[in-house]
T-cell receptor, first 118, second 115 residues
Framework: EAQVTQNPRYLITVTGKKLTVTCSQN?????MSWYRQDPGLGLRQIYY???????DKGDVPEGYKVSRKEKRNFPLILESPSPNQTSLYFC?????????????????FGEGSRLTVL | AQKITQTQPGMFVQEKEAVTLDCTYD???????LFWYKQPSSGEMIFLIY??????QNATEGRYSLNFQKARKSANLVISASQLGDSAMYFC????????????FGTGTRLKVLA
């Protein structure tokens, strides 16, 4: 089954304790991205990656790191989490542009990871 | 700067009636894509419909249609014959081109379908 898998789905942690949210996709997608969802703010893009070893900042990258060492994985790293990073996080991937005239750029989302930083 | 605006934080609709969720966008790009996603209470994001900026016809997918008015920069979602299962949060989103492939989402509209 084609899917984007995030782990953990739920996490409660404390300020300053480094954590990593993993994201893996089995669709051979080159493009992957991370979003955070907050009430009243919608989804905001944190980082995205066009391919292996190619990453770029989204709109809210502060406090986050990413890496893309393999095509299928795109982990989100919080080196020193703070309470303002309490949020619902989504990983998403997208088929390549070469997919043909039917290409839309539709994002395939993981199920989300709800993070609470105390 | 590119922006998506959804002005309706919440809406109610009677079951079996049609409802329109508003979305306006702002971009200087000529080529872009517009999307609607549904987020039920379980939290997952479900793709509903897509409209390309060069598409001359409004997109339709089953009970969903996208009322695309390019000159007005609006991309409203129309849900016909509402069902109780349509109760959810709905997000409008835009994909930029310009070589960066960033996606911008609106703040969402929470729809409640009444029996």
């Amino acid at each position: 089954e084609a899917q984007v898998t995030q782990n953990p789905r739920y996490l409660i942690t404390v300020t300053g304790k480094k954590l990593t949210v993993t994201c893996s996709q089995n669709m051979n997608h080159e493009y992957m991205s991370w979003y955070r969802q907050d009430p009243g703010l919608g989804l905001r893009q944190i980082y995205y990656s066009m391919n292996v070893e190619v990453t770029d900042k989204g709109d809210v990258p502060e406090g986050y790191k990413v890496s893309r060492k393999e095509k299928r994985n795109f982990p989100l790293i919080l080196e020193s989490p703070s309470p303002n990073q309490t949020s619902l996080y989504f990983c998403a991937s997208r088929p390549p542009l070469e997919a043909g005239p039917s290409f839309t750029g539709e994002l395939f989302f993981g199920e989300g990871s709800r993070l609470t930083v105390l | 700067a590119q922006k998506i605006t959804q002005t309706q934080p919440g809406m109610f609709v009677q079951e079996k009636e049609a409802v329109t969720l508003d979305c306006t966008y702002d971009t200087s790009d000529q080529s872009y894509g517009l999307f609607w996603y549904k987020q039920p209470s379980s939290g997952e994001m479900i793709f509903l419909i897509y409209q390309g900026s060069y598409d001359e016809q409004n997109a339709t997918e089953g009970r969903y249609s996208l009322n695309f008015q390019k000159a007005r920069k609006s991309a409203n979602l129309v849900i016909s014959a509402s069902q109780l299962g349509d109760s959810a949060m709905y997000f409008c989103a835009m994909r930029e081109y310009a070589g960066t492939y960033k996606y911008i989402f609106g703040t969402g509209t929470r729809l409640k379908v009444l029996a």
